[in-house]
């Protein structure tokens, strides 16, 4: 099968185009011809090993010290069900299917394994591939996040720190479905994008500083991973939470300190990927309550294109390959 491969950390140049073997179906697993995937920004980071503080000895440790073990990246996929396993009851050759694969990668190429146990769930015919492809990665770090660990309630004051890019954009639609009230952070270009999206105000970061406003939020939703957790708190409501998407060691660190000793909670770590969140996600997207944004498609071929997009941190919503 045609696969990507990254053969070595670094630049996009160690993006390859490979003959790669098909993979092999264990009892529980399924064999899904991939029509769509994603480009997200876990794929450049474990590509180039940039890293939040403190995270690169990890991320060796865990993803290969010297090259990647999985030199497949890709962390999402829409297609076709061609091949099961011997003890798979869910799913049958011909279903139409979308999956996370999280650290497991796998997806850019043109099969993917997944037990039928995974984070995955069948694919309504009235979505294209290209749009379902682009949902679990940002829309169930977003549902996990607000919904499910931050509570957000109706009524509530949402800020997103970072609101255009894939997580960001389904954070804004996430927050306003579940009856928040949503400032959206973002560069000027951005605004009438993100308010289209459906955020009550938007603050452009290049000419004002949210922490210097006087007001206050319920939850603070950051997925930049730039600032210090102080520039947050001043703009935390008491009992209020801030949500770090990005954080290193040192700021999780410090959110174990801080939670220790005020009633403002900081929720930071992996996102906990269920195929239930995903059924939700498809689901509220089948609905036309949640939209797929894509920034731009690419083909297979032109996948180093599509990461250099990425890395850039300057696009809106997701990225898109098609096979």
Request: with cysteine; glycine share 8%.
């Amino acid at each position: 099968m045609r696969a990507v491969y990254c053969i070595q950390y670094g630049g996009v140049e160690n993006l390859k185009i490979v003959d790669a073997p098909t993979p092999i179906l264990g009892k529980k697993d399924i064999l899904v011809q991939v029509f769509g995937s994603s480009v997200q920004t876990a794929d450049w980071r474990i590509r180039t090993l940039q890293m939040p503080d403190g995270m690169k000895f990890l991320a060796r440790l865990f993803f290969g010290f010297k090259s990647p073990k999985q030199p497949i990246f890709g962390t999402e996929f829409a297609g076709r069900v061609v091949a099961i396993g011997d003890s798979v009851t869910r799913f049958k050759i011909g279903d139409d299917v979308v999956a996370a694969t999280g650290a497991k990668y796998g997806a850019h190429a043109e099969f993917a394994k997944i037990s039928e146990d995974g984070v995955l769930t069948k694919k309504p015919s009235s979505l294209k591939f290209e749009d379902v492809a682009s949902l679990p990665f940002g829309g169930i770090t977003a549902l996990d996040f607000l919904k499910y660990k931050a509570k957000v309630g109706s009524g509530d004051k949402v800020l997103i720190n970072g609101a255009s890019g894939a997580v960001g954009v389904a954070a804004i639609q996430i927050a306003k479905i579940l009856g928040a009230h949503v400032t959206a952070v973002c560069g000027t270009q951005n605004a009438d994008f993100v308010k289209s999206l459906g955020a009550d105000r938007v603050i452009d970061y290049t000419k004002t500083k949210f922490w210097d406003q006087n007001e206050k939020y319920d939850v603070i939703f950051d997925i930049v991973g730039e600032l210090k957790i102080s520039h947050f708190l001043s703009a935390l409501a008491e009992k209020g939470k801030l949500v770090l998407i990005a954080a290193g060691i040192s700021q999780m660190l410090e959110a174990v300190v801080r939670n220790l000793f005020s009633n403002r909670k900081i929720l930071c770590g992996v996102t906990s990927e269920s195929k239930e969140m995903l059924a939700e996600i498809v689901s509220l997207t089948e609905s036309g309550k949640f939209r797929a944004i894509i920034a731009k498609e690419f083909p297979l071929d032109e996948i180093a294109q599509a990461h250099l997009l990425v890395e850039s941190r300057h696009k809106r919503g997701n990225v898109v390959i098609r096979n």
